[in-house]
């Protein structure tokens, strides 16, 4: 049962261009949600956060919007760059701490 | 460098045998988390513990254990190693409330 899924396993967006990912969940009990992004042979380093009590958060070229609604939530990222191609996981928590993470995007950046 | 520092980097044993993979704490940082990563599956959260208290547990087997230290580094120890258990093994470290989590560079581990 997966309770985190990203749908999308790639990602090919022209450089300057805005990037989308997209991450659904099951689990209404989810009260913190993180954008994690890696690169090969490296751990997953953190990128963006959102409270179950907001909206949208923003950080700089990066914003992540949630739809609590359709349980939905995206990782906006304008201007893309070379430098974000990388694997993108999405992970939600819930009280205990413990995160679930969805199984990933690959996001290529083309110059 | 997100301050989580885990040893070693590659660990190659074979089927059978018991290895420790150990886990440095972002400095500050009470809680301490293992994650799996095969192959053919995503990040798995394993095991939990704040400040030496085991906190969470998630999909761990019983051939697996863990434990965190007055100094609050952590341990895991997987022993009767079989093929399956291959996989890329993290640790992330976390303050108190709702911050996010910091992950190692990761254990490699190969059973040949």
């Known amino acids: 049962d997966q309770q985190v899924k990203q749908n999308s396993p790639s990602l090919s967006v022209q450089e300057g261009r805005i990037s989308i990912l997209n991450c659904d969940y099951t689990n209404s009990m989810f009260d913190y949600f993180l954008w994690y992004k890696k690169y090969p042979a490296e751990g997953p380093t953190f990128l963006i956060s959102i409270s179950s009590i907001k909206d949208k958060n923003e950080d700089g070229r990066f914003t992540v919007f949630l739809n609590k609604s359709a349980k939905h939530l995206s990782l906006h990222i304008v201007p893309s760059q070379p430098g974000d191609s990388a694997v993108y996981f999405c992970?939600?928590?819930?009280?205990?701490?413990?995160?679930?993470f969805g199984q990933g995007t690959e996001l290529s950046v083309k110059p | 460098d997100s301050g989580v520092t885990q040893t070693p980097k590659h660990l190659i044993t074979a089927t059978g045998q018991r290895v420790t993979l150990r886990c440095s704490p972002r400095s500050g940082d009470l809680s301490v988390y293992w994650y799996q990563q095969s192959l053919d599956q995503g990040l798995q959260f394993l095991i939990q513990y704040y400040n030496g208290e085991e906190r969470a547990k998630g999909n761990i087997l019983e051939r697996f254990s863990a434990q965190q230290f007055p100094d609050l580094h952590s341990e895991l120890n997987l022993s009767s190693l079989e093929l399956g258990d291959s996989a890329l093994y993290f640790c992330?470290?976390?303050?108190?409330?709702?911050?996010?989590?910091?992950f190692g560079d990761g254990t490699r581990l190969s059973i040949l």
């Open positions: 992970a939600a928590e819930n009280q205990g701490g413990k995160l679930i």
């Open positions: 992330a470290s976390s303050g108190v409330g709702n911050q996010p989590q910091h």
